[in-house]
């Protein structure tokens, strides 16, 4: 079984040299997946054989003796087949689950070109991805299943977070080379909870991942 998923979007980039010695970059993007088509023929075919089975004799019938709670083979069919696709159906023209509609990130290094700092540059970067879709809740379709409320959505929060580098340059070695070393601290501030994967129908937190850790390292760079 297939499904279709139609991507669009924009990515809109300005970088600047507000001085001399300041430099600052803005990326934009919006992206949004909507997923149609899903298991057409597999639909189809599941749909025609549980009319047939409710058509015949053998609907009624127990799955099994030895089975206790006397599930009939139709009642097994519909919650094995026909109302799981329903449910995976249902989300059909909504956009994919977890996916960020929206995405900011800011760049920005200043040099120092003179003085005691002079070789030296400090900088920071700034993300933000806006809430997404983790979840729906459940509403009886036509058929007494439960499918998805595509228009119930429930959404993991907007995350924010940022970086801090100091660096320091000069020629090394009567300038026969360069040498750089850089201090970076990634995700130094923003949001550290867990994330939301999945919720489930009734609220619930099923699926969470850690975010990302803060890290702090030290780079040594030699140019020749």
Known sequence: ATRDFVSEGFEAELVANITDNWRMAVNIGRQESVQSNTALVAQAVASE???????????????????TEGQSFASRYNALVVAPYASI??????????????RTNIITTYEFSEGVLKGSSI??????????????QNVLNVNGDAVPDTSKPFFGPAQTNGDLWISHS????????????????????????????VINPDGNLAVVRNANPREIFLTNTFRF
């Open 89 to 102: 159906a249902a989300r059909d023209n909504t956009t994919a689950l977890e996916l960020r509609e929206w």
């Open 123 to 136: 900088g920071g970067a700034l993300r933000n991805q806006s809430k997404n879709a983790v979840g729906y």
């Open 170 to 197: 000069r020629p090394i070695l009567n300038e026969r080379f360069d040498w750089k070393i850089q201090l970076n601290y990634r995700n130094a501030f923003g949001d550290n909870d867990p994330i939301p994967v």
């Open 49 to 67: 054989t549980f009319a047939n089975i409710n058509a015949s004799d053998i609907g009624d019938l127990l799955d099994s003796p030895a089975r």
